[in-house]
């Protein structure tokens, strides 16, 4: 019988089948950022197990409060910092080296095809856009994870969506994810792998396959995942370019982490996009989805660009076309946070940034910022932020403030017109 | 092992995310105990304030309870406040493993005895009686009179391993020792 993605990762990992359907598996990387990982280190620390499974294996940074904005954060810091040093952990990311982790990890080249990740942060499973099998998990997870470099998951019960069609222009994957997650609802993946195939994921850039990728926990999936072919090995070329002999073979050896023809799925879902609209959400669940045509009458007082779903250079790309030579409203407050000093220094060269600054954004350094409002961009009571980020949740990004959730060109588009707007009425 | 009986807090409500248990403002706390005052924080719903929480030491709500962040801070919330234990139609995978993770029980019963609780329950003086071997709650409604007490008894399932980590009192010295 065939095997899902995740089943042939699975088996390829298992270290144990304690009991019934519970597989401890291998990991090939355990991520770590300042805000999760300092209590797992204490913790172990006072249970005497100060140790780690694998220096090399283990990849850190601060980038969810960056630069420390009081002692409290500052500390939570140091905790990582220290422990990096006093275990060699030689990928550990501080500030000036800092980006948010979904971004700078894949850019930094630690994840592969077939491999096993977990981190604790729920949108780990960005990553399976690579054709791995990556989790969000809490703190006493990746305290074992730290210590052993296992985690316990169940059966990878699989639901296949095959998006096919042509998205539209000014629609993007963000677009795709939001109306999906519509559809399917906030726990309509729960405890299972999402394998996204067909032609228009196929045709996506790897940032928009993690974009894609990255909201599969707003439906409740474990992992959101993408086989591997020729564009993600374009993407990781840099990084594998020693151990292959060519990108044609590292396809083919890639190729062993797509699933079965004959596998087996708890759902199989046809999803054609060809008619869809750029999207938004209302309310405060991310399964609240509307066109953008329906939310025009919402005035916004804050524009966020920026966070794990969409502050890479292609998103960052994408709102400055819509921005170019135009200025924002005077009644919104933009933010721009690159989400890496590669995206940000790229930017920069390209001229996106003059035109963030020249349009009235206001660019912050990268840092996951304003999406969950622990440090800059945080609302006051009743104000309404469009936003490129991943939740939309109540007193997400402030107490009494309402998140709507778009795309990029929608945000940009949002932030010149001081209201919820489509971006073909700024484009070309 | 912990207490897993006592006062009933209901919560009639589907989705209640991480965020809403716990704030991310304050997840700037490097102790569980700093987390004591702050749990449920942000959460609005019609019928709740924070002082229900006062005296409750089990929590019974409805589908897709702690969706959202993965942060372990939302049973540590709970844990702080003597709540180990919380039953629902459905948990949000990365919080039921973490409530389990540390030696807590999520436990899922059907929608039809969740509603019958709510039903029967909800808005009383409710105890659960906890007996984690037999797999059985007692729910006992405590009348004002004699006429309005009643109870039933709930059997629960729980994997064989959720219960070894309960047995072990979380994942972290089960999983060093065994692997």
């Not at chain 1, 296949?160 to 994957?173: A, D, M, R, T």
């Not at chain 2, 007996?131 to 007692?138: I, L, P, R, Y």
């Amino acid at each position: 019988m065939g095997k899902t993605i995740a089943e042939k990762i699975f088996k390829a990992h298992l270290v144990d089948n304690p009991f019934g359907d519970t597989h401890v598996i291998k990991l090939d990387a355990v991520f770590c950022h300042e805000i999760t990982t300092p209590i797992a280190i204490t913790d172990l620390m006072a249970r005497g197990k100060d140790r780690v499974f694998d220096p090399k294996k283990i990849k850190a940074v601060i980038d969810h409060v960056t630069p420390a904005k009081d002692s409290k954060t500052a500390t939570q810091g140091k905790i990582v910092r220290d422990w990096a040093r006093r275990h060699g952990i030689i990928d550990f990311f501080d500030i000036g080296k800092n980006g948010v982790c979904h971004a700078l990890f894949p850019e930094q080249g630690f994840v592969r095809p077939g491999y096993t990740i977990i981190m604790g942060d729920s949108h780990t499973c960005t990553h399976g856009a690579f054709g791995a099998f990556a989790a969000g998990v809490g703190t006493t997870d990746l305290e074992v994870g730290i210590l052993k470099g296992v985690c316990a998951f169940k059966a990878p019960e699989t639901i296949k969506i095959n998006i096919i069609g042509e998205l539209k222009p000014g629609v993007f994957s963000k677009d795709v994810i939001l109306n999906l997650i519509g559809k399917i609802g906030v726990n309509g993946a729960t405890n299972k792998v999402i394998e996204f195939t067909g032609n228009v994921v196929y045709e996506m850039s790897m940032e928009s396959r993690m974009t894609l990728c990255n909201m599969a926990i707003e439906a409740g999936a474990t992992c959101g995942i993408c086989y591997p072919d020729i564009i993600t090995v374009d993407y990781l070329w840099p990084f594998i370019s020693k151990d292959y002999a060519s990108k044609e073979d590292a396809l083919e050896d890639y190729r062993k982490w797509i699933s079965d023809p004959d596998a087996t799925y708890a759902q199989v879902m046809d999803f054609d996009v060809s008619y869809l609209d750029p999207q938004v959400t209302f309310g405060y669940k991310p399964d609240n989805v509307k066109s953008v045509g329906e939310m025009t009458d919402v005035q916004v007082d804050q524009v966020y660009i920026g966070s794990c779903t969409n502050g890479r250079l292609e998103d960052l790309r994408i709102a400055a076309d819509v921005l170019k030579g135009k200025k924002i409203a005077d009644t919104v407050r933009g933010v721009v946070s690159p989400a890496t000093p590669t995206v940000y220094s790229n930017a920069l060269e390209e001229g996106i940034i003059k035109i963030f600054m020249d349009a009235g954004f206001c660019v912050t350094n990268p840092t996951c910022g304003a999406c969950l409002g622990m440090s800059n961009g945080v609302l006051a009571e009743g104000e309404v932020c469009a936003a490129t980020t991943n939740r939309n949740f109540n007193g997400r990004m402030g107490r009494g403030g309402m998140v709507h959730l778009m795309s990029p060109a929608t945000a940009a588009a949002t932030a010149i017109a001081g209201h919820i707007t489509n971006s073909s009425l700024f484009n070309g | 092992m912990k207490n897993f009986s006592g006062k009933v807090l209901f919560l009639d409500r589907s989705d209640i995310n991480t965020d809403e248990i716990i704030p991310a403002k304050y997840l700037t706390e490097v102790t569980k105990e700093a987390l004591k005052p702050f749990l449920f924080d942000d959460l609005k719903m019609d019928g709740f304030s924070v002082d229900k929480i006062k005296g409750k030491r089990v929590v019974v709500t409805r589908n897709n309870f702690g969706c959202g962040s993965s942060r372990e801070h939302a049973p540590w919330a709970f844990e702080v406040n003597d709540i180990n234990l919380v039953i629902a139609t459905g948990f949000a995978r990365i919080f039921r493993q973490n409530m389990f993770n540390c030696g807590m029980m999520a436990v899922e019963l059907p929608e039809s005895v969740i509603d019958m609780l709510f039903d029967k329950y909800a808005g009383k003086e409710t105890v659960v009686e906890t007996d984690f071997q037999a797999g059985k709650f007692v729910f006992i409604a405590e009348g004002v009179s004699d006429e309005v007490s009643f109870s039933d008894e709930i059997p629960f399932v729980v994997s064989e391993f959720d219960r070894a980590l309960v047995n072990a009192g979380g994942w972290v010295d089960y999983a060093d020792k065994k692997y």
